[in-house]
């Protein structure tokens, strides 16, 4: 359907949103960079050859080199009259396959893919058996040793409301404030020693989730207890928490908005 757009300085401009599946692995993140192959910027230079413009695409949030997303959410402006369907097919064409455009459609003027933003849901995978699984290797985080699933499902529970969460947060961050709220902090162990740690939040720190999994399996390897974790919680001090969980078992699975 087309929409009323009265947007930036002319009226003619669009606001089209795109849902993308991407594999992560051999990227250098969302975020465009010189000189790096980075998701942000491929996709850029696809829709630039098809709108012949220069655009910039707004994502709902970066994800880190080697992180994976099954929806992650952008947008950007065009004055191009090319609609969204055929925007989705052509990019398809052009994209390399470990990119793939699942959704595109007209937007209104005011919805930005990041401020728009009500709650995001990550997924990290960890294979815990003494076997690894070769053809997973780069989509999980492999750990040997036993973890204890009902001890570090009990230290999610701490982690739900809302909280300053400092303490997960990485250097360089650019979030002055970095209280959020969890919603939901779940860990799933489905068959044959694969865990699936679920968090849903209204908004996420640099390397939030991989500093929370790495402390967590802490918890699991009986490293910490679930009270020292809680205690980690409330310091806001980085330096206690556990080393940060390697990228390829992340996952930004769904993107929810108001």
């Given at each position: 359907m087309r929409l009323p757009f009265l947007?930036?300085?002319?009226?003619?401009?669009?606001?089209?949103?795109?849902?993308?599946?991407?594999d992560g692995g051999r990227y250098h993140g969302w975020q465009r960079q010189k000189d790096k192959l980075t998701i942000q910027g491929i996709i850029e230079e696809k829709i630039q050859i098809m709108v012949e413009k220069p655009i910039k695409l707004i994502a709902s949030g970066r994800t880190d080199a080697g992180v994976h997303a099954f929806s992650q959410v952008c947008n950007f402006l065009t004055i191009s009259k090319i609609g969204p369907e055929a925007i989705k097919r052509?990019?398809?064409?052009?994209?390399?396959?470990?990119?793939?455009?699942?959704d595109a459609e007209y937007v209104l003027p005011e919805f930005h893919?990041?401020?728009?933003?009500?709650?995001?849901t990550y997924e990290y995978r960890i294979l815990n058996r003494e076997a690894p699984d070769i053809f997973l290797r780069n989509?999980?985080?492999?750990?040997?040793?036993s973890l204890d699933k009902?001890?570090?499902?009990?230290?999610?529970?701490?982690?739900?409301?809302?909280?300053?969460f400092s303490c997960f947060r990485s250097s360089g961050s650019g979030n002055t404030n970095a209280v959020r709220s969890i919603t939901r902090a779940e860990l799933h162990d489905p068959e044959d020693g694969h865990f699936r740690f679920v968090i849903e939040a209204d908004g996420f720190?640099?390397?939030?989730?991989?500093n929370i999994v790495g402390t967590v399996?802490?918890?699991?390897?009986?490293?910490?207890?679930?009270?020292?974790?809680r205690e980690i919680l409330a310091s806001r001090d980085r330096r206690l928490a556990g080393k940060m969980a390697p990228p390829q078992g992340l996952y930004l699975m769904d993107v929810l908005y108001g």
């Open positions: 947007l930036g300085n002319s009226v003619d401009e669009k606001n089209i949103k795109l849902i993308l599946a991407y052509g990019l398809n064409s052009l994209l390399p396959d470990d990119i793939f455009v699942k893919a990041r401020y728009s933003t009500r709650s995001k989509y999980l985080w492999h750990i040997r040793m009902e001890k570090m499902a009990k230290s999610l529970v701490s982690l739900v409301g809302r909280h300053d720190l640099r390397h939030m989730v991989r399996v802490e918890v699991g390897l009986n490293k910490i207890s679930i009270d020292r974790f």
